[in-house]
């Protein structure tokens, strides 16, 4: 199994610009998380989606964050406008139903100027 | 509410044991976990700990917990440098929650 991936690795832009992440869950896996991780908050749960429906998003910062999942083998995270303080590491994480346990991916570094 | 306490930091000699500790809150917690975050890389699944267990042990690692006191500890035994990370205690109350996830401990390895 390929494990859960993410797109891409790293990222630069400039604030003002919209930032897309991608993530594709482990094939099966039926529940998917986006986290950030960032040195002065540590790792923040933003949004899970289980089959494809948002459950909880209420660690999404503010409107400038978006996400989508329309189907069960693909996520975006969206930012629009990107601000500095956005710079981060995303996770994607995916986990089968009644698992006791899910699986991250490897990370997108963020870093907006 | 939901919260998990971790220390920051540990640094241990190479070939001592390692113990990171961590409380949680939530009483309800069914499952417990460590995970494992190299530099650079994803959060990796070390071991896990269902709530009506005391001890869980595997090769160098040992899980205990102690429901009374919502303590949770890992012990690495002969500690060395390919362990070092950041170490994250996490719980999580069932099947169908999310899990919450400390702060994370950084373990550093002295020779």
Wanted: charged content about 20%; hydrophobic content about 30%; some cysteine.
């Amino acid at each position: 199994d390929a494990g859960v991936i993410q797109s891409p690795r790293h990222e630069v832009t400039e604030m003002g610009q919209e930032v897309t992440l991608r993530c594709k869950p482990i094939s099966g896996h039926n529940s998917l998380f986006w986290y950030r991780q960032t040195m002065m908050r540590g790792l923040e749960l933003l949004i899970y989606f289980n089959n494809n429906v948002p459950i909880d998003d209420s660690g999404m910062p503010e409107d400038r964050f978006s996400a989508k999942m329309p189907n069960a083998s693909f996520s975006t995270l969206k930012i629009q406008p990107s601000e500095p303080r956005d710079s981060a590491v995303y996770f994607c994480a995916s986990r089968r139903e009644g698992a006791d346990t899910q699986y991250f991916g490897p990370g997108t570094r963020l870093t907006v100027l | 509410g939901e919260d998990v306490e971790q220390s920051l930091f540990l640094s241990v000699r190479e070939g001592d044991s390692s113990v990171i500790n961590c409380t949680y809150t939530d009483s309800s917690s069914t499952y417990l976990y460590w995970y494992k975050q190299e530099p650079g890389a994803g959060l990796q699944l070390l071991t896990y700990i269902f709530s009506n267990m005391d001890m869980k042990q595997d090769q160098r690692l040992t899980v205990l917990l102690n429901k009374k006191d919502k303590h949770l500890s890992l012990r690495i035994a002969d500690t060395q440098t390919g362990d070092s990370a950041i170490y994250f205690c996490a719980e999580r109350y069932s099947s169908a929650s999310k899990i919450i996830f400390g702060s994370g401990t950084r373990l550093s390895i002295r020779p």
